[in-house]
């Protein structure tokens, strides 16, 4: 009998390795925490004695001196106690394989986050494919999750929600005059549904400007139903044959504002599909086109419904891009036609779910559909409890599908987070263009920058180059929120002189926070003093500051400094604490006359260290006026993240070759490069939720992380504006040629 043991970090480790070392019949003998983990004694099932041998095992005989007695019962004792054992050993071997087994089968029990996640997904019913494409993107504070918690529910619910587009605005969809044809198979529930929409656009509009149009003129009986509902509704019905285009009731049709067309019902393999569609976008008129999906079809049959009805759609000159879901109250579940919706990136307008006109139709909520889904989770069968990716042959036009959506998704999040993203895109249009029209374009672009109520505060550059370059890093202005701007401010097209530079940010942009590297000279600082604005300068701690009537270097005073607490913060990509203390100090601003009294101002002496050891990283020294209004913290955070810009802005212009980006001006490369520095080192910064899922996105579009989280979103956003770039270039070359 060899029993082997296994030492893990924590128990479902330690239990992986056995499984490894002797199968999943593994016998578990022993287990215990110790100082390194949990250690898991363990044999193969085949080594362990069968309950017969244990029945008829007998322990040899003693060996005693002759002159002692052992009593016949001491040996029947020893047996009796040995097969106790063996049956309490066995019975925990049955409950720890018990154990095992439910750890194995258990829906969020095992595995690593995004299998977890993978599995919740299937489990409510959505595609490989599509748990596949939102786990791409699973956050770094999600990635050790051992279960799905309230936290990382709630980041599945976004995920998913954001995919399924519904009507943002219910009234801008109703108050749009226009004709509205609904489509779809047999059965699917077009009449009741036209009956239902038109219900809600008269309780909106009255029905002096509502109709009806059928074009129903093979099922007995269809013109009849839909004459039903437009008497109940006080609203008039017309009938047009199937080859008939629309253009030829308009006049019949004069001042209704509102027409709803009922189509024949047909299969999604009937060639008549592409006539009719031909015929409802016949003339002059412009018809909206609107797919009925019945939730309680097959995912299969939805699939080719949504994939024929878009082809004919196309083929006719038309679109198809909104659809409604039908029959919901007879759906098994809701998950399946919510991914094809999602999948095919159609706008879901509205849920039906009864017979009763108008109360069994509801505005599509995405959230809401999508807590129902993940609510109803139905365990996966054991053979698919471990997810396995789907055949790849048939994996490519879904991933080009699911890469375009969050490529338009990533860029879309990033223009509504980020002020001045537009700017940013606007400047790398340029490439690619002669240098004459750049010039053009570049000026006209930069001539509106900031636009008016964009800069609050102005993040002042060193007025030195950078390190190992030919140009300085660019300034940065803030908005109100403290968000730094995506296009930043060159140095090279600014006024000279400090003050005038400050002097200029005010009056053209009403920038009232100023966070500067060195302190301000003394024209600068006694304008800064006199108008009240609020300023923070990061100085270095050689600087010779009074305090207590002497002076002495910054660094010579840390110890007297008093502590101000801590903030979580990232130093080089990393996640670190910024140990605060402060000390009330006087100070000369640089070129004051030596007779000149010192400035009453405030030091504050920051600390890094790594979050996770403790150990020092860094320290920093920070000057602002005593009466500063504000809380400085947000102040001395920002100057201390901007450290990081200059290195960003450098490695993104080495990466921005010329030879490989073609004809591009210096000017317009430093801003495209120190624009992506700059978003990047946001993105790295920020806490919240939506920057956590953005970052997620953009990493996962990037093909993975780095160890530095900032330099690897510094390379996806590089990867995602050349991908943009070419298919915009695609794009106006196909319109070009054409």
Not at 162 to 176: C, H, N, T
Not at 456 to 463: D, I, K, P, Q
Not at 501 to 528: F, I, K, T, Y
Request: charged fraction near 25%; include cysteine; glycine fraction near 8%.
């Amino acid at each position: 009998m060899s029993v082997m043991r296994f030492l893990g970090a924590n128990s479902r480790e330690a239990m992986r390795q056995v499984r490894a070392a002797l199968g999943d019949e593994a016998l578990i003998l022993a287990n215990r925490h110790t100082e390194q983990g949990v250690e898991i004694l363990a044999m193969a099932e085949s080594a362990a004695p069968t309950s017969s041998e244990v029945t008829s095992y007998k322990q040899p005989e003693p060996q005693v001196p002759p002159a002692r007695e052992v009593p016949v019962s001491t040996d029947q004792a020893q047996v009796q106690a040995f097969e106790a054992m063996s049956a309490r050993l066995l019975e925990e071997m049955r409950d720890m394989r018990a154990l095992l087994a439910r750890d194995r089968s258990g829906p969020e029990a095992g595995g690593t986050a995004g299998e977890q996640f993978v599995r919740a997904i299937l489990e409510a019913g959505f595609s490989q494919a599509l748990a596949e494409e939102v786990v791409a993107s699973l956050p770094e504070e999600l990635a050790d999750v051992e279960a799905l918690d309230e936290r990382a529910m709630a980041w599945l619910v976004r995920q998913l929600s954001k995919r399924l587009v519904g009507l943002d605005d219910e009234a801008a969809f109703m108050d749009r005059a226009g004709i509205v044809a609904l489509v779809g198979p047999t059965g699917v529930g077009k009449t009741t549904t036209t009956a239902k929409l038109t219900a809600r656009y008269v309780m909106r509009h009255g029905t002096r400007p509502v109709a009806l149009v059928t074009t129903d003129s093979f099922r007995i009986g269809a013109h009849e139903q839909l004459r039903i509902y437009s008497r109940l509704l006080d609203v008039p019905m017309y009938a047009l044959n199937a080859d008939q285009p629309v253009s030829d009731l308009l006049e019949r049709m004069k001042g209704k504002s509102c027409v709803l067309i009922d189509t024949v019902g047909m299969s999604q393999r009937d060639q008549r599909v592409i006539e009719q569609i031909g015929h409802l976008r016949g003339g002059n008129t412009s018809v909206r086109l609107v797919l009925l999906l019945n939730s309680a079809s097959q995912p299969e049959t939805l699939e080719e419904v949504v994939v024929r009805y878009r082809q004919a759609a196309q083929a006719a000159g038309g679109e198809i891009s909104d659809c409604i879901i039908t029959k919901l109250d007879e759906a098994g579940r809701l998950a399946p036609v919510l991914d094809i919706i999602m999948r095919h990136g159609l706008r879901l307008l509205f849920v039906s779910h009864g017979q009763r006109v108008p109360e069994d139709m509801a505005l599509a909520e995405p959230v809401s559909l999508i807590e129902q889904c993940l609510a109803n989770r139905v365990p996966l069968a054991r053979a698919t409890t471990s997810p396995t990716p789907p055949d790849n042959s048939s994996r490519g036009a879904g991933n080009l599908l699911g890469q375009g959506r969050r490529l338009a998704t990533v860029l879309l999040a990033l223009r509504e987070r980020l002020p001045a993203f537009d700017g940013l895109e606007a400047v790398w249009n340029l490439l690619g263009l002669p240098a004459s029209v750049q010039q053009q374009r570049f000026d006209a672009l930069l001539a509106d920058h900031p636009r008016a109520g964009q800069a609050h505060g102005m993040l002042w550059s060193e007025r030195r180059r950078v390190p190992g370059e030919h140009w300085a890093m660019p300034d940065v202005a803030l908005n109100a929120e403290g968000t730094w701007l995506a296009l930043p401010l060159l140095q090279h097209r600014q006024v000279a002189g400090q003050q005038a530079r400050l002097e200029s940010a005010l009056q053209h942009h009403d920038a009232g926070v100023h966070l500067m590297n060195g302190l301000p000279d003394a024209e600068a600082g006694d304008w800064l003093e006199r108008q009240g604005l609020s300023w923070c300068s990061q100085v270095r701690g050689s600087l010779r500051v009074a305090h207590a009537g002497e002076r002495h270097s910054l660094a010579a005073l840390e110890s007297m400094a008093e502590a101000a607490g801590q903030v979580r913060c990232r130093f080089r990509g990393a996640p670190a604490r910024l140990m605060l203390a402060a000390l009330p100090v006087e100070v000369n601003f640089k070129g004051s006359r030596r007779e000149r009294s010192g400035f009453d101002a405030q030091a504050w002496f920051g600390e890094v260290r790594d979050a996770e050891s403790g150990k020092a990283l860094a320290r920093r020294y920070w000057i602002v006026p005593a009466g500063l209004s504000r809380d400085p913290e947000p102040l001395l955070l920002a100057l201390l993240q901007a450290d990081v810009l200059p290195q960003l802005a450098r490695r993104a212009w080495q990466r921005l070759e010329p030879t490989e980006a073609g004809d591009l001006r210096g000017d317009v490369r430093l801003l495209m490069a120190s624009g992506l520095a700059t978003v990047a080192a946001h993105l790295d910064f920020a806490e919240d939720e939506a920057a956590m899922d953005l970052r997620a996105e953009l990493l996962g579009l990037g093909g993975g992380r780095r160890r530095r989280r900032d330099v690897a979103l510094l390379e996806s956003l590089l990867q995602l504006f050349l991908v943009r770039d070419a298919i915009r270039h695609l794009g106006l070359g196909e319109r070009e040629t054409g």
